[in-house]
């Protein structure tokens, strides 16, 4: 069984500013990572996803994550933010045995100020 | 290509009530998810169907179940309403599985009275 847990609740930062949101998971069998983003009355929109091969992945909107084994984590970064960027993001992760059955964090609500 | 589509959007229901929830996936995706998403226990895997056949299942109590029609559509069921069972309920649908992106609906955002 897999588990996620998102570091931080809550994330404010300054338009144009870098932003990391941190992700750690625990698995015992091979795993795949994902982050999502909840815009408000909306469902979940795929960023990217990390399935095996290059451990830096490129997703939408400029937002890139590296997966660290040793270090467990999978951590979301953007090199500078836009207003629009404000929204909740969600770590999940599946397994080989889990089907489309995924696990998410809690939860991570950046929030773009001017 | 249309999305995920779900209905209704908003639901208002009674304690001791039941309720359906209906999901129809993106063309041509015979994998279909639900998720409850609430504020306090975030979002938890209700169920998955699969060219009609349930493949896996969260830690839900009996109250909840689901199916899957022919043409892939899906539909859960709520029977016996709790206070608790007040939620966004997401849908998913893809191809197949894990390595294939799912595609989440807006959510039926329930309300139990």
């Known amino acids: 069984a897999q588990s996620v847990t998102q570091l931080d609740s809550q994330v404010p930062v300054f338009e144009e500013a870098p932003v990391e949101l941190r992700c750690n998971y625990s698995?015992?069998?091979?795993?795949?990572l994902f982050w999502y983003v909840q815009y408000p009355n909306q469902g979940l929109q795929l960023l990217l996803k990390?399935?095996?091969?290059?451990?830096l992945v490129k997703g939408i909107n400029g937002f890139e994550a590296e997966f660290n084994k040793s270090q467990t984590s999978f951590h979301l970064r953007k090199p500078s933010v836009h207003i629009s960027d404000t929204a909740e993001y969600f770590c999940?992760?599946?397994?080989?045995?889990?089907?489309?059955?995924?696990?998410f964090g809690e939860g991570t609500q950046l929030t773009v100020n001017p | 290509k249309a999305g995920v589509t779900q209905t209704p959007r908003y639901l208002i229901k009674t304690r001791g009530q039941q309720v359906t929830l209906s999901c129809s996936p993106i063309?041509?995706?015979?994998?279909v998810s639900w998720y409850q998403q609430t504020p306090g226990q975030g979002l938890q895997f209700l169920f998955e169907?699969?060219?009609?056949?349930?493949?896996n299942k969260g830690n839900f109590p009996g109250r909840f179940s689901g199916r899957q029609f022919s043409n892939s559509r899906s539909e859960m069921n709520v029977s016996t309403l709790e206070l608790g069972d007040s939620a966004l309920y997401l849908c998913?649908?893809?191809?197949?599985?894990?390595?294939?992106?799912?595609?989440f609906g807006p959510g039926t955002r329930l309300t139990v009275l």
């Open positions: 998913a649908s893809s191809w197949d599985t894990y390595y294939n992106e799912q595609f």
């Open positions: 698995s015992s069998v091979s795993v795949y």
């Open positions: 990390y399935l095996s091969g290059s451990t």
């Open positions: 999940a992760a599946a397994g080989e045995t889990s089907g489309s059955r995924l696990t």
């Open positions: 063309s041509g995706h015979r994998s």
């Open positions: 169907y699969f060219s009609e056949t349930q493949r």
